[in-house]
């Protein structure tokens, strides 16, 4: 487990954001077991209390779910899954959409060079597998 720790954000909402990121990607499954509190803080080296807080806003949002003293487990809410995937690709298309505003590129152009891309990419994952 790897975050990258910036200064912009709150360290908890970081922590927040890559396990948002790990379930959209299916690296983390649903039911699946994650790390305590404690352990999450010492393998990331952070504050034990801020890791708490994080893991009390990922329950309120219903991202994990704890039952009694068992260990904490991702959600297998579908609707929560759903709705963490396209929370982030809202996200990195609103900040996609802002930086190309901001040099005036023709939308034509930017599909374009989307397709173009996209498709350039799928071709070069095809090849690895």
Not at 96 to 106: A, E, G, H, L
């Amino acid at each position: 487990m790897k975050i990258n720790v910036n200064n912009r954000d709150p360290v908890y909402v970081q922590v927040i954001r890559y396990f948002k990121e790990q379930i959209a990607t299916g690296n983390f499954e649903p039911g699946q077991e994650i790390p305590s509190r404690r352990e999450l803080a010492n393998r990331i080296k952070i504050n034990p209390n801020t890791a708490q807080r994080a893991y009390k806003e990922m329950e309120e949002q219903g991202l994990i779910y704890t039952e009694r003293n068992l260990p904490s487990r991702i959600t297998k809410d579908e609707k929560v899954l759903n709705e963490v995937r396209s929370e982030l690709i809202s996200e990195a298309v609103n900040d996609f959409v802002t930086s190309i505003r901001s040099i005036n590129v023709p939308i034509d152009e930017v599909l374009e060079m989307i397709k173009e891309k996209y498709s350039t990419e799928n071709k070069g994952q095809e090849g690895k597998s």
